[in-house]
């Protein structure tokens, strides 16, 4: 819960003590009170015809006891289900706003994934990529790696662009001074390449969940691939493929640091992004990624929802995607221990 409600309930939760302790403290007097009139009673009872107008005072008494106790035991009730109902609707505005939070964060993600699938379809009608694709001579490799290179520092968000022969060879790639994968590395074997080989037209694409790419210096990649055709046409035959690598740490990173809540709410949650199989892709903590199945709880086909644990809440959100990109099943988590 977020420090704010984390009080208020605090705050609330005090009044409701107070309030009962005060009630018992008249719940006592009344007592008391009624011990006297039954006491009254019997003395008058003793003292006949001489005690009957006493006897009427200590009957009067005694029916207001009663309704002293019926009015503090009303009360006593009243007071904890108010108590209750507002501790109830704090939590719940509390596990909404985490789930709020936890959509957000995949929202964002999308948003940003959605770009990425549209840099890959677009660049791969440039006209030097397709040119390198058909011709694969050192003057059009030469020139694609240059103009991948342009993009590139334009676009920071990406560690590398390749572009791919039929047969899973890297030919070009706009890093080839960092990454020397032209000519020596293959890719055939990946499933992005042959899915990407195998779309039907340009608006087509593959993407993988985020893997460590060794060839990039075992960085963490998103990996958009589609197929280079001939001429750039959409219904073309394919020459190539053109890959583009997401810088995902960093982008992920940020995306978890932009969680609006206070530093000190921060401090006792754990933001993550996890994959349709519950692998943790980013974490707050840094802890997991990449090796950790969150054991998150969900009903079949659940969008959203929040549940508690021993340690505290949590709440989750599915990608719902955005535009074009139906996302892979991706999740924003919030994991918040006890105050």
Known sequence: MSNQNSQIVQLTQEVNRIAQGKVAAINEINREATFLAINASI?????????????????????????????????STELTALAERMVS?????????????????????D?????????????????AVT???????AQALAHASSRLGIILD?????LDIWIIGLDGRVIANGRSGRYGVAGNHSVARAEWFTKAL??????????????????????????????????GQERGAPTGVLAVFFD????????LDSVRMSEEDKASVRCMLIDANYRVLASSDGRGVLTERYPLRREEG??????DVDQGRVAFAETPGYETYKGLGWLGVIARVKD
């Open 43 to 75: 003395e008058a009872a003793h003292a006949g015809q001489v005690g009957r107008g006493f006897s009427v005072v200590a009957s009067h008494l005694k029916e207001v006891s009663q309704k002293i106790g019926a009015l503090t035991t009303e009360l």
């Open 89 to 109: 609707q704090l939590q719940e505005q509390d596990a909404q706003r985490m789930v709020d939070l936890a959509a957000n964060m995949i929202e964002i993600i």
């Open 111 to 127: 948003r940003n994934l959605y770009e990425r699938s549209c840099d890959v379809r677009w660049w791969a009608t440039d006209a």
């Open 248 to 255: 995902w740490e960093p982008q992920a990173r940020a995306v």
């Open 131 to 137: 040119d390198c694709a058909a011709r694969q001579d």
């Open 302 to 307: 659940q969008k959203t929802g929040h549940y």
């Open 154 to 158: 334009n676009y920071t968000v990406y």
């Open 198 to 231: 195998g779309t039907q037209s340009g608006a087509d694409y593959a993407v993988t969940d985020i893997e460590i790419s060794e060839a990039l210096g075992k960085a963490q990649v998103a990996t958009y691939a589609t197929a280079i055709r001939e001429g």
